[in-house]
């Protein structure tokens, strides 16, 4: 499986931004998707991640401002992210659980929130 991600960009603080990403590959069986994220100088952690049957989990500093997303039938998923904060700032990966392959991420976008 391969991960494309993209939407990511230079923001201002308050605004929003959505990143999409799309899983392809031959005879996919998706689990759990999601976004994972890493500013400089820290570990990635975990933004958001749904399940096969659409069961969400947020870290605890986006709760209430993102909501994660996504379309089974063409292996997408999307994060919505409103009132973003310059602590929001990093590279936004995507991430697949695929039951065969395992887990997967994909290359990266980064996310620039000004203050």
């Known amino acids: 499986v391969q991960l494309q991600a993209c939407g990511g960009g230079l923001v201002q603080a308050g605004a929003s931004l959505s990143l999409s990403c799309i899983a392809s590959?031959?005879?996919?069986?998706?689990?759990?998707m999601g976004w994972f994220r890493q500013a400089p100088g820290n570990q990635r952690e975990l933004v958001a991640m749904?399940?096969?049957?659409?069961?969400?989990n947020y870290a605890d500093s986006v709760k209430g401002r993102g909501t994660i997303s996504r379309d089974n039938a063409k292996n997408t998923v999307s994060l919505q992210m409103n009132s973003l904060k310059p602590e929001d700032t990093g590279v936004y990966y995507c991430?697949?659980?695929?039951?065969?392959?395992?887990?997967?991420w994909g290359q990266g976008t980064q996310v620039t929130v000004s203050s």
């Open positions: 749904i399940t096969w049957q659409g069961n969400t």
């Open positions: 590959g031959t005879d996919l069986d998706i689990g759990h």
């Open positions: 991430y697949a659980f695929e039951m065969r392959q395992g887990a997967t």
